[in-house]
């Protein structure tokens, strides 16, 4: 079992920045990768970013070149890091942690991008 908590969400303008946290009950060292998720209102959960027990990454094509995902290991925490923000990055942020085959989720943190 991994219980994952996130924190760091909030309201912020148009072109701000965020980070965000998810700090994991197990070390992260052994979970094989850790992920953001986001849900927007009427709309399906989709990948934001993910980094490997390697150290690889990838992005969503709409977050590209405006968010960092990183993990420190020895706090057993991912971030991410959203500049640039727009209106359609509002939406609850989910933190994943896939580990042996299982996937766990944290109860997720809001990000509200409006002026």
């Known amino acids: 079992q991994v219980q994952l908590v996130e924190s760091g969400g909030g309201l912020v303008q148009p072109g701000g920045s965020l980070r965000l946290s998810c700090a994991a009950s197990?070390?992260?060292?052994?979970?094989?990768?850790m992920s953001w998720h986001r849900q927007a209102p009427g709309k399906q959960r989709e990948l934001v970013a993910a980094i490997s027990s390697g150290g690889g990454t990838n992005y969503a094509d709409s977050v590209k070149g405006r968010c960092t995902i990183s993990r420190d290991n020895a706090k057993n925490t991912v971030h991410l890091q959203m500049n640039v923000l727009k209106s359609e990055d509002t939406a609850v942020y989910y933190c994943?942690?896939?580990?042996?085959?299982?996937?766990?989720w944290g109860q997720g943190t809001q990000v509200t991008v409006s002026s």
């Open positions: 197990a070390s992260i060292g052994s979970i094989d990768v």
């Open positions: 994943k942690a896939r580990k042996s085959g299982a996937n766990y």
